[in-house]
T-cell receptor
Framework: GNSVTQMEGPVTLSEEAFLTINCTYT??????LFWYVQYPGEGLQLLLK?????DKGSNKGFEATYRKETTSFHLEKGSVQVSDSAVYFC??????????FGTGTRLQVFP | EAGVAQSPRYKIIEKRQSVAFWCNPI?????LYWYQQILGQGPKLLIQ????????DSQLPKDRFSAERLKGVDSTLKIQPAKLEDSAVYLC???????????????FGPGTRLTVL
């Protein structure tokens, strides 16, 4: 069945450091891929998405590219801020629109 | 635009008691989802509604969990009787209709944190 694997956290970085959170997936067909973020005390919110191979999703300085050949959707940001501290979830959806999530990666950014 | 509303935000019950959660999706969103998020894990879909019909309830423990969306708008999720392992955050989400370019985006409510003692 469909599944998502993402790197375990926590990821601890200093402000302005480069961020990569790895995400790989297993799926039949051509899923859509998502990154959701959960800030402390808040609900899940969509960060970015990509719906087909080679698409790049971007938002708030974050980017992720849909790589079909490596079945990956790694999240990157060139310079993180303290306000980026949150839990990040990689997810996919197939033809039923059901989201299948990874286990989440906690990011902690220190000044 | 108002977001997805959920209540209560927190609930503490003893095992074998019953509990109900309520969700009001974003206006105009036909699809509604209930997810269970156990601490340290990603959310897992329990049930998906399209209007007031069930699309997917394959992972809903039907011996104790039930959900309804009678008028195709708000929804309730019930657990009866609760077990210790039901302690989790219950998330409600909704998504726009198929004709909307954002139909693949789910919008989440703040969740209900359930503790079963």
């Amino acid at each position: 069945g469909n599944s998502v694997t993402q790197m375990e956290g926590p990821v601890t970085l200093s402000e302005e450091a480069f961020l990569t959170i790895n995400c790989t997936y297993t799926a039949t067909g051509y899923p859509s891929l998502f990154w959701y973020v959960q800030y402390p005390g808040e609900g899940l919110q969509l960060l970015l998405k990509a719906t087909k191979a080679d698409d790049k999703g971007s938002n708030k300085g974050f980017e992720a590219t849909y790589r079909k050949e490596t079945t990956s959707f790694h999240l990157e940001k060139g310079s993180v801020q303290v306000s980026d501290s949150a839990v990040y979830f990689c997810a996919l959806s197939g033809y039923t629109d059901k989201l299948i999530f990874g286990t989440g990666t906690r990011l902690q950014v220190f000044p | 635009e108002a977001g997805v509303a959920q209540s209560p935000r927190y609930k503490i019950i003893e095992k074998r008691q019953s509990v109900a959660f309520w969700c009001n999706p974003i206006s105009g969103h036909a699809t509604l989802y209930w997810y269970q998020q156990i601490l340290g894990q990603g959310p897992k879909l329990l049930i998906q509604f399209q209007n007031n019909g069930v699309v997917d309830d394959s992972q809903l423990p039907k011996d104790r969990f039930s959900a309804e969306r009678l008028k195709g708008v708000d929804s309730t999720l019930k657990i009866q009787p609760a077990k210790l392992e039901d302690s989790a955050v219950y998330l409600c989400a909704s998504s726009p209709p198929r004709w909307d370019t954002s139909s693949d985006t789910q919008y989440f409510g703040p969740g209900t944190r359930l503790t079963v003692l």
